[in-house]
T-cell receptor, first 112, second 114 residues
Framework: QKEVEQNSGPLSVPEGAIASLNCTYS??????FFWYRQYSGKSPELIMS????GDKEDGRFTAQLNKASQYVSLLIRDSQPSDSATYLC????????????FGQGTELSVKP | KAGVTQTPRYLIKTRGQQVTLSCSPI?????VSWYQQTPGQGLQFLFE???????NKGNFPGRFSGRQFSNSRSEMNVSTLELGDSALYLC?????????????FGQGTRLTVV
């Protein structure tokens, strides 16, 4: 079993809708979680970080973490065509320095 | 504030050659991590350096090595290149490289081995 799993998609949503991206992980150790966005041919760009259970909001983005159920999600409200990209979930163990473990990414397509 | 700078952006090398990639982190950041990204394997952790010391290493052969200088700049070296080494190589910089610090990526070096 992979440490971090994401649906590869593609996930297609209409413009203005809410896009929901999910990520599950297998280890119960102490971790922090990050969502990155990667446009085709570009490098990953950090969108959100979340360290404790609950919701964290930043503009149109909301990250949700549930450590008991071992999942983390990213909601994108009022989706725009410019949000079309691959979204990568990553976790980092507190005792492993800066090592990020990535999921395979979910491709999101926002249709005008 | 300047971001993470990777050079060169593109490289074409022949099998058996070696290559050195460079990464300059964000000013003040002391941790540099390297990743390999391929369509089949996704983003895979290579190694992480903090204050010139390798703190963590991924599951890659010994042909992949790195180092970090006193100014936090880092280099990655791949010797005896194989076709399968063709990938996007990314470095990420973070302040302390601890689990709760955010990491920022450079633009990457696209390596093609022919």
């Amino acid at each position: 079993q992979k440490e971090v799993e994401q649906n590869s998609g593609p996930l297609s949503v209409p413009e203005g809708a809410i896009a929901s991206l999910n990520c599950t992980y297998s280890d119960r150790g102490s971790q922090s979680f990050f969502w990155y966005r990667q446009y085709s041919g570009k490098s990953p760009e950090l969108i959100m970080s979340i360290y404790s259970n609950g919701d964290k909001e930043d503009g149109r983005f909301t990250a949700q973490l549930n450590k008991a159920s071992q999942y983390v999600s990213l909601l994108i409200r009022d989706s725009q065509p410019s949000d079309s990209a691959t979204y990568l979930c990553a976790l980092c163990f507190y005792n492993q320095g800066g090592k990020l473990i990535f999921g395979q990414g979910t491709e999101l397509s926002v249709k005008p | 504030k300047a971001g993470v700078t990777q050079t060169p952006r593109y490289l074409i090398k022949t099998r058996g050659q070696q290559v050195t990639l460079s990464c300059s982190p964000i000013s003040g950041h002391r941790s540099v991590s390297w990743y390999q990204q391929t369509p089949g394997q996704g983003l895979q952790f290579l190694f992480e350096y903090f204050s010139e010391t390798q703190r963590n290493k991924g599951n890659f052969p010994g042909r992949f090595s790195g180092r970090q200088f006193s100014n936090s700049r880092s280099e990655m070296n791949v010797s005896t290149l194989e076709l399968g080494d063709s990938a996007l190589y990314l470095c990420a910089s973070s302040l302390l490289g601890q689990g709760d610090t955010e990491a920022f990526f450079g633009q990457g070096t696209r390596l093609t081995v022919v």
